[in-house]
């Protein structure tokens, strides 16, 4: 019998290519965002992180005890999910700074493009409780999380949609927005001011999904460079359990870096957007 070798390699990459030549764009993005979520709690599975998430509930309750939004009460649903930087306040610290700056202001609406499960389209509701909130994620199952993170904590101003297309931001975008987004690297094709105009008023924290030579980024950067003000800012990988100033010594070292770590990229990137006519921040 003739031994036939099968080449899965190549046969994954010829129907990758058809799925991406014959599946519409938006049933693509559903596609990979829900295998993306089912992966990423598989694997917070495997290394253990629901027995993590039980030992600080039972030592610190469902509310957030520290952060931007102390005493937000957080869902059962998360233990699926890595719970520990929302709960202690450790999450993207690195940015927390500008959002103190931005509670002072007011804006015509708030979008966060990328939510998950809404932490920030929440937290910012309870912020500018007359404001209207839309958290925008692709994946079905963020969008229920959302609403019914919304609903938990008596939010009564967000709303979940799925898909951000450049088309609706400029139907839609009001001036004076202010735009949070983590949406995987697709920021370089959406934040176009000269096609969505209403970009110019707008004040965004931006995640950056690139890496070195950083030529999407530095677009990204120059497209506002005549209309706004530009920080940036990176990821910092050390210690963040010393942050807390909480005992959690009820961990071992590994479940410690899975409570208060983050798997980002040392080289993880955010700006911070702010237009310059804009009262001075």
């Known amino acids: 019998m003739t031994n036939i070798k099968i080449n899965t390699a190549a046969i994954r990459g010829w129907l990758k290519t058809l799925f991406n030549w014959f599946v519409p764009e938006r049933i693509?993005?559903?596609?990979?965002?829900?295998?993306?979520?089912?992966?990423?709690?598989?694997?917070?599975?495997?290394?253990?992180?629901?027995?993590?998430?039980d030992k600080l509930l039972k030592a610190f309750g469902n509310r957030c005890v520290q952060g931007?939004?102390?005493?937000?009460?957080?869902?059962?649903?998360?233990?699926?999910?890595?719970?520990?930087?929302?709960?202690?306040?450790?999450y993207e610290q690195e940015i927390a700074p500008w959002f103190i700056l931005l509670k002072s202001r007011q804006f015509s609406m708030i979008l966060d493009i990328g939510s998950k499960f809404g932490f920030y389209a929440v937290g910012l509701a309870q912020w500018f409780p007359p404001t209207r909130v839309i958290a925008f994620d692709?994946?079905?199952?963020?969008?229920?999380?959302?609403?019914?993170?919304?609903?938990?904590?008596?939010?009564?101003?967000?709303?979940?949609?799925?898909?951000?297309?450049?088309?609706?931001?400029?139907?839609?975008?009001?001036?004076?927005?202010?735009?949070?987004?983590?949406?995987?690297?697709?920021?370089?094709?959406?934040?176009?001011?000269?096609?969505?105009?209403n970009l110019k008023t707008a004040t965004m924290i931006i995640e950056s999904h690139d890496a070195f030579p950083w030529e999407k980024h530095g677009k990204l950067i120059e497209r506002f460079r005549d209309t706004h003000e530009v920080d940036e800012i990176s990821f910092d990988?050390?210690?963040r359990s010393k942050r807390t100033g909480m005992d959690l010594s009820f961990l071992n070292p590994s479940e410690l870096t899975l409570a208060v770590g983050e798997p980002r990229y040392?080289?993880?990137?955010?700006?911070f957007i702010r237009p310059k006519a804009a009262d001075s921040l």
Not at 156 to 167: D, M, Q, T
Not at 266 to 271: E, Y
């Open 138 to 197: 692709t994946d079905p199952w963020a969008q229920k999380a959302t609403r019914d993170f919304a609903q938990m904590n008596n939010v009564h101003n967000v709303e979940a949609l799925g898909y951000c297309s450049p088309k609706w931001m400029s139907s839609h975008l009001l001036p004076n927005s202010l735009i949070i987004s983590d949406c995987e690297g697709y920021e370089f094709i959406l934040f176009h001011p000269e096609s969505i105009p």
């Open 28 to 53: 693509q993005v559903l596609f990979w965002s829900v295998r993306s979520r089912r992966l990423s709690h598989a694997r917070l599975r495997e290394w253990g992180m629901p027995e993590v998430n």
């Open 266 to 271: 040392p080289w993880q990137k955010w700006l």
């Open 237 to 239: 990988p050390g210690d």
């Open 68 to 90: 931007l939004f102390p005493d937000m009460v957080l869902p059962n649903f998360l233990r699926s999910e890595q719970m520990g930087p929302f709960l202690l306040g450790t």
